[in-house]
């Protein structure tokens, strides 16, 4: 599966797309965990002290909110899938 990442976190990160493998049985937690074990910096940009995400931060999992549709960081991920994390932008 792989991570799109836009704005501030693809400048951290030093790329705008990245390929994890978190292993069978995997979730969309687990997809993250991945992501930060390749790229250490991100996760106080993207993850409070309580280890949720920051209000102002956006993850999508296949194009979708994995906390308003489903479960979460327990939402199941699929080889192949693609996760997406957005910081606030602004623009005009």
């Given amino acids: 599966m792989h991570w799109r990442l836009f704005a501030t976190l693809a400048e951290t990160a030093g790329d ?3 390929a994890v493998d978190p292993g069978g049985d995997a979730t969309v937690g687990d997809a993250l965990e991945a992501l930060f074990d390749a ?5 106080s ?10 209000d102002h931060v956006r ?6 909110d994995p906390f308003a549709e ?3 960081f327990a939402t199941p991920v699929e080889e ?8 606030p932008v602004s623009g005009g």
């Fill in 59 to 64: 993850l999508l999992h296949e194009g979708r």
């Fill in 70 to 72: 489903a479960e979460g």
């Fill in 45 to 54: 940009e993207v993850l409070d002290d309580d280890g949720d995400l920051y």
């Fill in 39 to 43: 790229y250490p910096n991100l996760e």
């Fill in 16 to 18: 705008t797309e990245i």
């Fill in 80 to 87: 192949g899938d693609e996760l997406a994390l957005f910081p």
